[in-house]
């Protein structure tokens, strides 16, 4: 799904009608918000494999936890269920973390009011590249402290 993203991104729609490339924004937008969901919850489940989840006290609280509409106030509680330490770890990892955390809100933002057919007028896609560059290394790093436990 990122190498799709990315190619999305980096296409010319300077040729296109308006109402076109309004239509591929939101697209983009929409796969912006599932890859980062997808990559959490594939995070989790390969993380309930491991046996510090078999022996670990967060195994009742995230035995069913799937993660929608990854805002950080949704993904944070999560990670401190696994480790009281994982979110501030995640946060120190990224240098830009409240830009981070501001490109989350928004993508997921924009995905719930397309998906209430409500208009996005902010929507670009330089924007949503930053926004797509900021998630992504928001991904890497996850995987990075999930990999550590």
């Known amino acids: ?7 999305l991104l980096n296409k010319d729609y300077s040729q296109l009608d308006e109402e076109i490339t309004s239509h591929l924004q939101n697209y983009v937008c929409i796969l912006i918000s599932s890859y980062l969901e997808i990559e ?27 993660l929608q509409n990854a805002t950080w106030c949704k993904i944070k509680p999560i990670l401190g269920t696994i480790e009281d330490d994982f979110p501030y770890n995640l946060k120190n990892a990224i240098s830009d973390f409240e830009l981070t955390i501001q490109a989350i809100q928004s993508i997921i933002d924009n995905r719930n009011n397309i998906a209430h057919g409500k208009n996005i007028n902010v929507l670009t896609i330089q924007v949503l590249n930053q926004n797509f560059i900021k998630i992504d290394n928001f991904v890497s790093e996850l995987k990075k402290i999930f990999s550590m436990l």
């Open 40 to 66: 959490i919850n594939n995070q989790l489940t390969e993380y309930k494999k491991t046996q510090h989840f078999k022996t670990h006290e967060c195994m009742k609280k995230l035995s069913g936890e799937k």
């Open 1 to 7: 799904m990122k190498n799709k993203i990315e190619n």
